[in-house]
């Protein structure tokens, strides 16, 4: 039972490049989110899914986009990369909404040169 | 627009004592209170929470506080350990999204 892995862990892009960042439970959790983590700003919540097919904005969407075609994945895409998206990533997951603590990953630390 | 507030960026206790992490919060739609703790290079992990039902809730060396009508929870750890040195994050939820909102994070160090 891995848990949330989220991959790569570290990725160094430059202005204007595209990438995905995965994410894959493997506990059968409905809920799944995003968010970046920046030095002194706490977490801020990207995108989230409730379910296969159905995603939603959170707090800081824009840049990226997410898909959700699996209950274990949940890949968040970068286009047209910023320096300002240099950022920790951590992706978490819930078996439900009323669930409580979320459970997260280890986190991908990408920079924007 | 910050809805959860940890005003402390940093504190400094002694081993054996007690460490008190503050947090505020503005939305009276919360309805529950997380803390996690994270370590460098290391995805946050769940140390307690609180409903807002209760107003304490305990869990070893750790004690929730919740105070609805300042809108302001507290972490106590009783005795601060050197393990404990960390990033403490407060966060809140409300409605069946599941969606935590962060506070800034304060780093306790605890020194031996």
């Known amino acids: 039972n891995a848990g949330v892995t989220q991959t790569p862990k570290f990725r160094i892009l430059k202005i204007g490049q595209s990438m995905t960042l995965q994410c894959a439970q493997d506990m059968n959790h409905n809920y799944m989110y995003w968010y970046r983590q920046d030095p002194g700003m706490g977490l801020k919540l990207i995108y989230y899914?409730?379910?296969?097919?159905?995603?939603d904005k959170g707090e800081v969407p824009n840049g990226y986009n997410v898909s959700r075609s699996t209950t274990e994945d949940f890949p968040l895409r970068l286009e047209l990369a910023a320096p300002s998206q240099t950022s920790v990533y951590f992706c978490?997951?819930?078996?439900?909404?009323?669930?409580?603590?979320?459970?997260f990953g280890e986190g991908s630390r990408l920079t924007v040169l | 627009d910050q809805q959860v507030k940890q005003n402390s960026p940093s504190l400094s206790v002694q081993e054996g004592r007690i460490s008190i992490l503050n947090c505020d919060y503005t939305?009276?739609?919360?309805?529950?209170f997380l803390w996690y703790k994270k370590y460098p290079a290391e995805g946050p992990t769940f140390l307690i929470s609180?409903?807002?039902?209760?107003d304490k809730n305990e869990d070893g060396r750790f004690t929730v506080f919740l105070n609805k009508s300042a809108k302001h929870l507290s972490l106590h750890i009783v005795p601060s350990q050197p393990g404990d040195s960390a990033v403490y994050f407060c966060?809140?939820?409300?409605?069946?999204?599941?969606?935590?909102?962060f506070g800034q994070g304060t780093t306790l160090q605890v020194k031996p």
């Open positions: 966060a809140a939820s409300g409605g069946n999204t599941g969606k935590l909102i």
């Open positions: 609180i409903s807002s039902i209760k």
């Open positions: 939305n009276s739609m919360f309805d529950y």
């Open positions: 978490a997951s819930i078996p439900t909404g009323r669930s409580g603590e979320l459970f």
């Open positions: 899914s409730v379910g296969a097919g159905i995603t």
